[in-house]
């Protein structure tokens, strides 16, 4: 079995799109059709990674269609329905120092500018204005919203020491 840390998540199947086997995908990537642009696609399927590759696809509304390598008919598809799609972390791009990818602040811990820990980045919610993290807090039941906009309430990104800085205070709940 492949190690899933290798792996990140770009997406879901949520349904079906006609009668010839293409699938309906929530796309995490930004724009939402950058998902069609990764060679290849991994679905999750019993509990391992499989590689596929996308014959075709567009964005529909708000979701994105695509045609899947062997998926020829509507009862393949809806097999496939609720399944996760990924990508192996050697396929994104580098990097400057100041960007991050989503993916490589989950499980950061923050800390405030006063050195007290606040929890542990769960997840990231994409509000329009500006990206949020998630943090779940040291103490139970407690959980932090903060926008993440660097050199204002996101201090520093310490990828290496898997910390970040925030000027947020714990009472702010």
Known sequence: MADASEYIP??????VFGVKGWVKVFSFTDPRDNILEYKP?????????IPIEVNGGQLQGKAVVMSLE???????AMTLIGSELAIK???????????FYWADLV???????ENEKL???DHLLETG????????????DTEYLIPFVLDRTVLKV???NKQIQVDWQADYL
């Not at 062997?70 to 393949?76: A, C, G, I, L, S």
């Not at 396929?91 to 960007?99: G, I, R, S, V």
């Open 89 to 99: 972390r050697s396929q994104l791009l580098e990097t400057d120092e100041d960007e």
């Open 119 to 121: 929890g542990i980045v």
């Open 10 to 15: 770009v997406g879901k199947i949520s349904g």
């Open 41 to 49: 696609l991994y679905v999750h399927r019993h509990g391992d990674w």
């Open 107 to 113: 499980g950061l811990t923050v800390i405030n500018a």
């Open 158 to 160: 310490d990828l290496e």
């Open 70 to 76: 062997k998926v020829t008919d509507r009862n393949q």
């Open 129 to 140: 204005a500006n990206d949020v993290l998630v943090v779940s807090g040291t103490e139970p």
